[in-house]
């Protein structure tokens, strides 16, 4: 088995077209968001969803990939690693957020128009 210490495996649909960003380093960076749903009855037998957001971050290969070959509302199964940092936005605010680092994906749907 590969290393499970922290390995997470997402199947969702993307929520924007993914954002390509060039580094000063000359490095590519590629962002974008998958949600995943869920569905349930509660006490009252009524069918209640949720659906989460998780924001996608993607390097070298893998991130060209996605950027050539997904766009908002394709279905993709990712595999990847849960980072967590914190940053201090304009106002000097420190800001936390969750990410996964891709590894690897399987897109499920049709070419990308």
């Known amino acids: 088995m590969k290393n499970l210490r922290n390995s997470v495996q997402l199947i969702g649909r993307l929520g924007q077209d993914p954002e390509v ?3 000063t380093s000359g490095k590519k960076l590629t962002t974008f968001s998958v949600a995943t749903s ?6 009252n037998g009524d069918k209640v969803e949720e ?7 993607a390097w070298g290969k893998v991130g060209e990939i996605a950027a050539e070959y997904l766009n ?5 199964c990712l595999e ?3 980072t967590h940092r914190s940053y201090e936005n304009g106002k000097g605010e420190k800001r936390y957020i969750t990410e996964i680092n ?4 399987v ?3 049709g070419k990308k128009n």
């Open 51 to 57: 659906t989460q957001w998780h924001n996608i971050v």
């Open 80 to 82: 990847g690693k849960l």
């Open 38 to 43: 869920d569905s349930y009855r509660n006490s």
């Open 21 to 23: 960003r060039e580094l």
């Open 107 to 109: 897109m499920l749907g």
């Open 72 to 76: 908002k509302g394709s279905e993709v």
């Open 102 to 105: 891709l590894n690897e994906m």
